[in-house]
């Protein structure tokens, strides 16, 4: 079965030091990984998602940015991280299904930025 | 553009009643995909169902059932007889057949608490 691992759990990071969030996933080849983050008291924002090794794509302009250096490891970073970086990020994965054309999208444990 | 309403912010309910989440959905394509996910307090997302737009019929599994309406863009979630474990926030999630990576667009979520 697939599991999807992410790290670390927690974080507390003073503004201006650098991130780095790294989300693997086990059992499964060529998924697509995506991250997301929660802020408080609100919805899930899609920052990015990737199709495959070196692939991303961004969805919000931002502090942030993504790298895919395996087929299942998906890296969040960032060279200074702001107040506003602070929030809940989660990783999650597919892939396509034979005989769907869209696929369910299965999430991590997530890890709690605060930043300071 | 799409877009998901959860226009129910919080609910509090006593144990063993039962109760409906809300979420109505807006997109231009006829071929679309709606999901359920739900967030405890340890944070990880849960994938509970995933609907195609060309399947109305309702769902029921255990204490929990789903109606899909498209005539009122609606794809509602009931609880039934709930319990204090069914307490956490819930999405309501849409997306469109893209055939690849897809981006899910999440509603705000409902926090559902279940008094005992």
């Known amino acids: 079965s697939q599991t999807i691992h992410q790290w670390p759990a927690t974080l507390v990071q003073p503004v201006g030091s650098p991130l780095s969030l790294e989300c693997t996933v086990e059992?499964?080849?060529?998924?697509?990984l995506y991250w997301y983050r929660q802020a408080a008291g609100r919805g899930l924002q899609l920052l990015f998602y990737?199709?495959?090794?070196?692939?991303i794509s961004s969805e919000v302009p931002q502090n942030l940015s993504a790298s895919r250096p395996q087929d299942r490891q998906f890296i969040l970073s960032s060279k200074k991280l702001l107040l506003s970086d602070s929030g809940f990020y989660l990783c999650?994965?597919?892939?396509?299904?034979?005989?769907?054309?869209?696929?369910?999208?299965?999430f991590g444990p997530g890890t709690r930025l605060t930043v300071l | 553009a799409q877009k998901v309403t959860q226009a129910q912010t919080e609910i509090s309910v006593v144990e063993k009643e039962d109760v409906t989440l809300d979420c109505v959905y807006e997109?231009?394509?006829?071929?679309?995909?709606l999901f359920w996910y739900k967030q405890p307090p340890s944070g990880e997302l849960v994938f509970l169902i995933r609907?195609?737009?060309?399947?109305?019929q309702n769902e029921i599994s255990g204490r929990y059932s789903w109606n899909f309406q498209k005539s009122t863009s609606s794809f509602n979630f009931t609880i039934t007889a709930s319990q204090v474990v069914d307490s956490a926030v819930y999405f309501c999630?849409?997306?469109?057949?893209?055939?690849?990576?897809?981006?899910?667009?999440f509603g705000k979520g409902t926090k559902l608490t279940v008094n005992p």
């Open positions: 609907r195609n737009s060309f399947d109305e």
């Open positions: 999630a849409l997306s469109e057949e893209g055939g690849g990576s897809e981006k899910l667009v």
């Open positions: 059992g499964t080849s060529n998924p697509n």
């Open positions: 990737s199709v495959g090794i070196g692939q």
């Open positions: 997109t231009r394509d006829t071929t679309y995909y």
């Open positions: 999650a994965w597919s892939t396509l299904g034979v005989g769907h054309s869209t696929d369910t999208q299965y």
